[in-house]
């Protein structure tokens, strides 16, 4: 399935994205860790599969990553003013690493656009445990049990604290669980959407 990679204007600052895909089922956002871009989801082959299975998929590169230039706001307001341009109505997103931690930021601030989350060996969830109680969307997390960048100890913090949260756990992966092993993470995915 061919992806149309595609630029927009967020106050002054070009964005990079690319779209794939119909959507007869909704739209699922895929976010990035710090040392990916949008063509690893490419790469993977994640992008078709969603795509394939009926969703729209949009990657984008956050401000100052990737070809996306650098914009002077919060990361959570930023996926906010995307998603309105693009008019995503209730998005699924997806979040590895830390744009993970950024998912919790727009969760707590943005609930109301979000369908789903998809939490993945997210960085930094001890500093917003007080707060996790207030995030009522499905959310899906996956988790390497190996991780030694983000301890397994978040994955299961988010599960207690998340009312409708589900764990996928991978015993013998690490931080790139989703990469190494991203049929059966895809696979995961797709359920979790599909059941939505």
């Known amino acids: 399935m061919t992806a149309d990679n595609k630029y927009v204007n967020i106050d002054g600052a070009m964005v990079h994205y690319l779209i794939s895909g119909h959507g007869d089922k909704g739209d699922v956002l895929l976010l990035h860790g ?5 063509d690893d989801w490419v790469k993977y082959g994640i992008v078709d599969n969603i795509a394939e299975e009926g969703y729209r998929v949009i990657a984008v590169e956050l401000p100052g990553y990737g070809k996306s230039e650098i914009l002077d ?3 959570e307001d930023f996926l906010m003013k995307f998603v309105s341009i693009l008019n995503i ?3 699924n997103i997806v979040g590895p690493s830390f744009s993970g931690e950024i998912l919790i930021r727009f969760a ?3 609930q ?3 369908r789903s989350l998809i939490i993945v060996d997210s960085i930094n969830i001890d500093k917003y445990v007080d707060r996790l109680k207030e995030i009522k969307v499905n959310t899906l997390i996956i988790w390497g049990k190996k991780d030694d960048i983000a301890p397994y100890g ?3 913090m988010l599960k207690q604290n998340i009312q409708n949260a589900k ?3 991978f015993d013998d992966l690490g931080h790139t669980c989703y990469f190494d092993k991203p049929e059966v993470f895809t696979d995961e995915l797709i359920k979790f959407l599909n059941q939505d």
Request: aromatic share 18%; net charge positive.
């Open 167 to 169: 764990l996928h756990t």
């Open 108 to 110: 707590l601030k943005y």
């Open 112 to 114: 109301e656009m979000i």
């Open 154 to 156: 978040f994955a299961t």
């Open 73 to 75: 706001i919060s990361y």
């Open 89 to 91: 109505n209730k998005v």
């Open 34 to 38: 710090k040392r990916f871009t949008i």
